[in-house]
Protein backbone atom coordinates (compact mmCIF):
# COMPACT_ATOMS: atom_id res chain seq x y z
CA UNK A 1 0.00 0.00 0.00
CA UNK A 2 1.44 3.15 -1.21
CA UNK A 3 2.69 5.43 1.91
CA UNK A 4 1.19 8.49 0.14
CA UNK A 5 -1.92 9.07 2.10
CA UNK A 6 -4.34 11.48 1.73
CA UNK A 7 -3.22 13.06 5.29
CA UNK A 8 0.52 13.10 3.74
CA UNK A 9 -0.30 14.72 0.75
CA UNK A 10 -2.17 17.39 2.65
CA UNK A 11 0.51 18.19 4.90
CA UNK A 12 2.66 18.89 1.50
CA UNK A 13 0.22 21.37 -0.04
CA UNK A 14 -0.20 23.22 3.61
CA UNK A 15 3.75 23.90 3.27
CA UNK A 16 3.42 25.18 -0.19
CA UNK A 17 0.53 27.59 0.76
CA UNK A 18 2.56 28.36 3.91
CA UNK A 19 4.99 29.98 1.63
CA UNK A 20 2.91 31.76 -0.31
CA UNK A 21 4.13 30.57 -3.68
CA UNK A 22 1.11 30.67 -6.09
CA UNK A 23 0.55 27.13 -7.71
CA UNK A 24 -1.84 25.92 -10.21
CA UNK A 25 -4.77 23.15 -9.36
CA UNK A 26 -2.49 21.65 -11.93
CA UNK A 27 0.18 21.96 -10.27
CA UNK A 28 -0.78 21.20 -7.30
CA UNK A 29 -2.57 17.91 -8.58
CA UNK A 30 0.50 16.76 -10.12
CA UNK A 31 2.86 16.83 -7.28
CA UNK A 32 5.73 14.25 -7.08
CA UNK A 33 6.32 12.66 -3.50
CA UNK A 34 8.63 10.32 -4.46
CA UNK A 35 9.29 8.12 -1.94
CA UNK A 36 13.03 6.67 -3.30
CA UNK A 37 11.58 2.96 -2.60
CA UNK A 38 12.61 3.24 0.95
CA UNK A 39 9.53 2.58 2.48
CA UNK A 40 10.24 5.56 5.07
CA UNK A 41 8.80 8.32 3.43
CA UNK A 42 7.78 9.95 6.91
CA UNK A 43 11.56 10.68 6.92
CA UNK A 44 13.05 10.08 3.62
CA UNK A 45 11.26 11.50 0.71
CA UNK A 46 11.38 14.40 -1.16
CA UNK A 47 8.17 16.66 -2.71
CA UNK A 48 8.04 18.33 -5.81
CA UNK A 49 6.57 20.04 -8.53
CA UNK A 50 8.14 20.74 -11.93
CA UNK A 51 7.99 23.79 -13.65
CA UNK A 52 10.24 23.39 -16.63
CA UNK A 53 12.71 20.72 -17.18
CA UNK A 54 14.19 20.83 -21.00
CA UNK A 55 17.56 20.43 -22.84
CA UNK A 56 19.05 23.51 -21.21
CA UNK A 57 17.65 24.21 -17.83
CA UNK A 58 14.90 22.90 -14.87
CA UNK A 59 13.35 24.70 -12.25
CA UNK A 60 11.60 23.04 -9.34
CA UNK A 61 9.62 23.45 -6.60
CA UNK A 62 10.25 21.13 -3.62
CA UNK A 63 9.23 20.72 -0.47
CA UNK A 64 10.59 18.65 2.76
CA UNK A 65 8.55 17.84 5.45
CA UNK A 66 9.40 18.67 9.72
CA UNK A 67 12.78 16.40 10.04
CA UNK A 68 12.46 14.94 6.43
CA UNK A 69 15.88 14.25 4.52
CA UNK A 70 16.47 13.52 0.42
CA UNK A 71 18.74 10.77 0.61
CA UNK A 72 22.39 11.29 -0.70
CA UNK A 73 23.01 11.33 -4.03
CA UNK A 74 24.99 12.50 -7.21
CA UNK A 75 24.39 13.56 -10.44
CA UNK A 76 26.74 11.45 -12.78
CA UNK A 77 27.78 12.78 -16.38
CA UNK A 78 25.90 11.16 -18.97
CA UNK A 79 26.94 8.76 -21.38
CA UNK A 80 26.45 10.51 -24.03
CA UNK A 81 28.99 13.08 -23.01
CA UNK A 82 26.82 15.67 -21.32
CA UNK A 83 27.95 17.04 -17.56
CA UNK A 84 26.11 16.48 -14.54
CA UNK A 85 23.44 18.54 -13.42
CA UNK A 86 24.71 21.41 -11.47
CA UNK A 87 22.07 23.10 -9.43
CA UNK A 88 21.26 25.59 -7.03
CA UNK A 89 18.93 25.73 -3.74
CA UNK A 90 17.37 28.78 -2.34
CA UNK A 91 15.34 28.39 0.24
CA UNK A 92 11.89 30.02 0.10
CA UNK A 93 10.30 28.95 3.47
CA UNK A 94 11.60 26.99 6.91
CA UNK A 95 14.56 26.20 7.21
CA UNK A 96 16.71 23.39 5.29
CA UNK A 97 19.84 21.82 6.33
CA UNK A 98 22.09 21.07 2.96
CA UNK A 99 25.32 18.13 3.35
CA UNK A 100 27.77 17.90 0.80
CA UNK A 101 31.06 16.08 -0.11
CA UNK A 102 33.82 18.15 0.88
CA UNK A 103 37.56 18.08 1.99
CA UNK A 104 36.46 20.56 4.71
CA UNK A 105 33.93 18.67 7.21
CA UNK A 106 32.81 18.18 10.20
CA UNK A 107 32.23 15.49 13.05
CA UNK A 108 29.41 13.38 12.55
CA UNK A 109 28.50 13.71 16.51
CA UNK A 110 28.62 17.85 15.45
CA UNK A 111 26.08 17.77 12.32
CA UNK A 112 22.58 19.61 13.41
CA UNK A 113 20.09 17.44 12.43
CA UNK A 114 19.59 13.73 13.03
CA UNK A 115 20.75 11.33 10.51
CA UNK A 116 17.66 8.67 9.49
CA UNK A 117 18.78 5.90 11.73
CA UNK A 118 17.63 2.78 9.48
CA UNK A 119 20.11 4.14 6.54
CA UNK A 120 22.47 5.86 8.72
CA UNK A 121 25.72 4.12 6.64
CA UNK A 122 24.33 6.16 3.59
CA UNK A 123 24.82 9.47 4.71
CA UNK A 124 28.46 10.18 4.08
CA UNK A 125 28.76 14.08 3.26
CA UNK A 126 29.61 16.14 6.01
CA UNK A 127 29.80 19.80 4.73
CA UNK A 128 27.29 21.61 6.46
CA UNK A 129 25.06 24.55 4.70
CA UNK A 130 22.21 26.45 6.68
CA UNK A 131 19.78 27.85 4.77
CA UNK A 132 17.24 29.75 5.96
CA UNK A 133 14.54 32.18 3.27
CA UNK A 134 16.38 34.65 0.57
CA UNK A 135 19.73 32.49 1.25
CA UNK A 136 21.18 29.61 -1.76
CA UNK A 137 23.73 27.44 -2.29
CA UNK A 138 24.66 25.92 -5.89
CA UNK A 139 26.07 22.62 -5.98
CA UNK A 140 29.02 21.09 -8.85
CA UNK A 141 28.12 18.20 -10.53
CA UNK A 142 29.25 14.45 -9.48
CA UNK A 143 29.18 15.91 -5.54
CA UNK A 144 27.27 13.75 -3.15
CA UNK A 145 24.86 15.57 -1.34
CA UNK A 146 21.71 15.56 0.82
CA UNK A 147 19.67 18.05 2.64
CA UNK A 148 17.18 17.68 5.62
CA UNK A 149 14.35 20.41 6.59
CA UNK A 150 14.19 21.41 10.20
CA UNK A 151 11.30 21.27 12.66
CA UNK A 152 8.99 23.63 10.32
CA UNK A 153 9.99 21.87 6.87
CA UNK A 154 11.05 23.81 4.43
CA UNK A 155 10.01 24.94 0.89
CA UNK A 156 12.94 25.43 -1.56
CA UNK A 157 13.53 26.52 -5.24
CA UNK A 158 16.12 24.65 -7.72
CA UNK A 159 17.46 26.13 -10.24
CA UNK A 160 19.43 23.65 -12.27
CA UNK A 161 20.83 22.12 -15.67
CA UNK A 162 18.17 19.81 -17.40
CA UNK A 163 17.58 16.90 -14.70
CA UNK A 164 17.61 13.56 -15.57
CA UNK A 165 16.41 11.72 -12.55
CA UNK A 166 17.00 8.37 -13.95
CA UNK A 167 20.77 8.83 -13.94
CA UNK A 168 20.61 9.94 -10.30
CA UNK A 169 23.40 7.92 -8.19
CA UNK A 170 22.04 7.04 -4.70
CA UNK A 171 24.67 6.16 -1.66
CA UNK A 172 22.00 3.45 -0.55
CA UNK A 173 21.69 0.52 -2.65
CA UNK A 174 18.00 0.16 -1.82
CA UNK A 175 16.75 3.55 -3.62
CA UNK A 176 14.61 3.37 -6.48
CA UNK A 177 13.50 6.42 -8.30
CA UNK A 178 9.93 6.17 -9.46
CA UNK A 179 10.07 8.45 -11.81
CA UNK A 180 6.73 10.82 -12.96
CA UNK A 181 8.23 13.84 -14.45
CA UNK A 182 9.44 12.49 -17.79
CA UNK B 1 20.89 63.00 -13.45
CA UNK B 2 19.43 59.17 -12.74
CA UNK B 3 15.88 58.85 -13.17
CA UNK B 4 16.39 56.24 -10.82
CA UNK B 5 15.09 58.52 -7.49
CA UNK B 6 14.74 56.99 -4.26
CA UNK B 7 10.58 56.71 -4.83
CA UNK B 8 11.50 54.68 -7.86
CA UNK B 9 13.54 52.47 -6.03
CA UNK B 10 11.09 52.36 -3.04
CA UNK B 11 8.08 51.22 -5.65
CA UNK B 12 10.11 48.61 -6.89
CA UNK B 13 11.39 47.28 -3.73
CA UNK B 14 6.79 47.29 -2.60
CA UNK B 15 6.58 45.29 -5.14
CA UNK B 16 8.46 42.25 -4.39
CA UNK B 17 7.52 42.83 -0.53
CA UNK B 18 3.79 42.12 -1.96
CA UNK B 19 5.33 39.12 -3.89
CA UNK B 20 6.18 37.77 -0.44
CA UNK B 21 9.41 36.53 -2.16
CA UNK B 22 11.95 36.40 0.46
CA UNK B 23 15.16 38.26 -0.78
CA UNK B 24 18.17 39.29 1.05
CA UNK B 25 18.82 42.80 2.26
CA UNK B 26 22.20 42.47 0.05
CA UNK B 27 19.87 41.53 -2.87
CA UNK B 28 17.49 44.21 -1.95
CA UNK B 29 20.80 46.56 -2.40
CA UNK B 30 21.71 45.63 -5.65
CA UNK B 31 18.71 45.54 -7.78
CA UNK B 32 19.34 46.19 -11.36
CA UNK B 33 16.91 49.10 -12.38
CA UNK B 34 17.46 48.69 -16.02
CA UNK B 35 16.07 52.24 -17.95
CA UNK B 36 17.74 50.79 -21.28
CA UNK B 37 19.15 54.26 -21.54
CA UNK B 38 15.58 55.29 -23.36
CA UNK B 39 15.24 58.06 -20.49
CA UNK B 40 11.31 57.17 -20.37
CA UNK B 41 11.99 54.76 -17.12
CA UNK B 42 7.97 55.27 -16.00
CA UNK B 43 7.30 53.49 -19.37
CA UNK B 44 10.02 51.05 -19.94
CA UNK B 45 12.24 49.49 -17.99
CA UNK B 46 13.04 46.53 -16.32
CA UNK B 47 14.11 45.84 -12.62
CA UNK B 48 15.59 42.73 -11.53
CA UNK B 49 17.62 40.60 -9.23
CA UNK B 50 20.18 37.86 -10.42
CA UNK B 51 19.65 34.87 -8.23
CA UNK B 52 22.38 32.92 -10.27
CA UNK B 53 23.74 33.03 -13.36
CA UNK B 54 26.79 30.02 -14.51
CA UNK B 55 27.72 29.33 -17.80
CA UNK B 56 24.80 26.59 -17.63
CA UNK B 57 21.62 28.20 -16.29
CA UNK B 58 20.21 31.46 -14.81
CA UNK B 59 17.80 32.58 -12.69
CA UNK B 60 16.15 35.73 -12.08
CA UNK B 61 13.22 37.80 -9.95
CA UNK B 62 11.86 40.53 -12.20
CA UNK B 63 9.64 43.60 -11.44
CA UNK B 64 7.32 45.71 -13.59
CA UNK B 65 6.05 48.51 -12.22
CA UNK B 66 2.19 49.32 -13.56
CA UNK B 67 2.31 48.92 -16.93
CA UNK B 68 5.97 49.29 -17.33
CA UNK B 69 7.11 47.54 -20.72
CA UNK B 70 10.23 45.75 -21.01
CA UNK B 71 11.55 46.60 -24.25
CA UNK B 72 11.73 44.27 -27.51
CA UNK B 73 14.45 42.42 -27.97
CA UNK B 74 15.84 39.05 -28.77
CA UNK B 75 18.77 36.43 -27.96
CA UNK B 76 20.71 35.76 -30.49
CA UNK B 77 22.96 33.02 -30.97
CA UNK B 78 26.74 33.82 -29.55
CA UNK B 79 29.55 34.21 -32.05
CA UNK B 80 30.74 30.81 -30.01
CA UNK B 81 28.25 28.56 -31.54
CA UNK B 82 26.25 28.87 -28.12
CA UNK B 83 22.97 28.88 -28.64
CA UNK B 84 20.40 31.65 -27.56
CA UNK B 85 19.08 32.23 -24.73
CA UNK B 86 15.59 30.44 -24.33
CA UNK B 87 13.94 31.60 -20.94
CA UNK B 88 10.90 30.88 -19.24
CA UNK B 89 8.36 33.37 -17.48
CA UNK B 90 6.59 32.31 -14.63
CA UNK B 91 3.73 35.17 -12.90
CA UNK B 92 4.47 35.09 -9.43
CA UNK B 93 2.42 38.18 -8.94
CA UNK B 94 0.31 40.64 -10.23
CA UNK B 95 -0.05 40.40 -13.98
CA UNK B 96 2.04 40.55 -17.21
CA UNK B 97 1.14 40.85 -20.88
CA UNK B 98 3.71 39.01 -22.82
CA UNK B 99 4.02 39.68 -26.68
CA UNK B 100 5.78 37.12 -28.49
CA UNK B 101 6.78 37.15 -32.49
CA UNK B 102 4.74 34.44 -34.35
CA UNK B 103 2.58 34.22 -37.38
CA UNK B 104 -0.74 33.70 -34.84
CA UNK B 105 -0.84 37.47 -34.38
CA UNK B 106 -3.82 39.81 -33.17
CA UNK B 107 -4.16 43.51 -34.88
CA UNK B 108 -2.46 46.48 -32.72
CA UNK B 109 -5.90 48.08 -32.00
CA UNK B 110 -6.66 44.64 -30.36
CA UNK B 111 -4.06 44.17 -28.23
CA UNK B 112 -4.37 44.90 -24.51
CA UNK B 113 -1.99 46.96 -23.39
CA UNK B 114 -0.75 50.46 -24.77
CA UNK B 115 2.73 50.83 -26.22
CA UNK B 116 4.43 53.24 -24.88
CA UNK B 117 4.01 56.10 -27.77
CA UNK B 118 7.17 57.31 -27.71
CA UNK B 119 8.73 53.89 -29.44
CA UNK B 120 5.90 52.53 -30.89
CA UNK B 121 7.49 51.42 -34.15
CA UNK B 122 10.22 49.45 -31.64
CA UNK B 123 6.96 47.24 -30.88
CA UNK B 124 6.29 44.66 -33.50
CA UNK B 125 5.72 41.17 -31.65
CA UNK B 126 2.20 40.49 -32.11
CA UNK B 127 0.83 37.35 -30.28
CA UNK B 128 -0.55 38.13 -26.75
CA UNK B 129 -0.08 36.09 -23.72
CA UNK B 130 -1.65 36.96 -20.81
CA UNK B 131 0.04 35.27 -17.52
CA UNK B 132 -1.70 35.43 -13.85
CA UNK B 133 0.44 34.70 -10.91
CA UNK B 134 0.68 30.58 -11.15
CA UNK B 135 1.03 30.94 -15.22
CA UNK B 136 4.35 30.36 -16.78
CA UNK B 137 5.31 30.45 -20.45
CA UNK B 138 8.66 29.27 -22.66
CA UNK B 139 10.00 31.77 -25.15
CA UNK B 140 12.40 29.94 -27.57
CA UNK B 141 16.18 31.85 -28.74
CA UNK B 142 15.42 34.09 -32.02
CA UNK B 143 11.61 35.14 -30.96
CA UNK B 144 11.03 38.73 -30.88
CA UNK B 145 9.64 39.42 -27.42
CA UNK B 146 8.22 42.17 -25.32
CA UNK B 147 5.85 42.38 -22.40
CA UNK B 148 4.20 44.98 -19.71
CA UNK B 149 2.73 44.63 -16.38
CA UNK B 150 -0.80 45.17 -15.84
CA UNK B 151 -2.02 48.09 -13.64
CA UNK B 152 -0.52 46.83 -10.47
CA UNK B 153 2.54 45.88 -11.62
CA UNK B 154 4.11 41.95 -11.74
CA UNK B 155 6.61 39.96 -10.20
CA UNK B 156 8.11 37.82 -12.27
CA UNK B 157 10.27 34.86 -11.96
CA UNK B 158 12.91 33.89 -15.06
CA UNK B 159 14.22 30.39 -15.72
CA UNK B 160 16.54 30.08 -18.12
CA UNK B 161 20.27 29.27 -20.18
CA UNK B 162 22.92 31.26 -18.88
CA UNK B 163 22.32 35.21 -19.75
CA UNK B 164 24.70 37.14 -22.31
CA UNK B 165 22.58 40.58 -21.66
CA UNK B 166 25.82 42.60 -23.79
CA UNK B 167 24.39 39.57 -26.64
CA UNK B 168 20.24 41.19 -26.61
CA UNK B 169 19.72 42.63 -29.82
CA UNK B 170 16.49 45.08 -29.13
CA UNK B 171 14.49 46.28 -32.00
CA UNK B 172 14.45 50.00 -30.66
CA UNK B 173 18.08 51.43 -32.16
CA UNK B 174 18.43 53.54 -29.22
CA UNK B 175 18.58 50.89 -26.68
CA UNK B 176 21.65 50.75 -24.47
CA UNK B 177 21.90 48.25 -21.69
CA UNK B 178 24.06 49.18 -18.70
CA UNK B 179 24.60 45.47 -18.43
CA UNK B 180 25.20 45.12 -14.17
CA UNK B 181 24.99 41.89 -13.20
CA UNK B 182 27.71 40.76 -15.07
Same mark, same amino acid.
Given at each position: ?19 ? %????D ?12 ? *? ?31 P????? *?L ?32 ? !? ?5 ? !? ?7 K ?10 ? %? ?9 A? *? ?19 ? *? ?8 D?
Amino acid at each position: MSQVTEDYKKRVKDLYQKSQ %IVLTDEELASIDYADFGL *NNIEKEALNLILYVNNKRYCAKEMVLLPNQTCPEHLHP *NLENGLEGKQETFRCRWGEVYLYVEAEETIDTSKI !SVTIPES !SKEYYTARKEIRLLPGEQYT %IDPKIKHWFQAG *NEGAVISEFSSPSYDEYDLFT *NPSVKRNVRDR
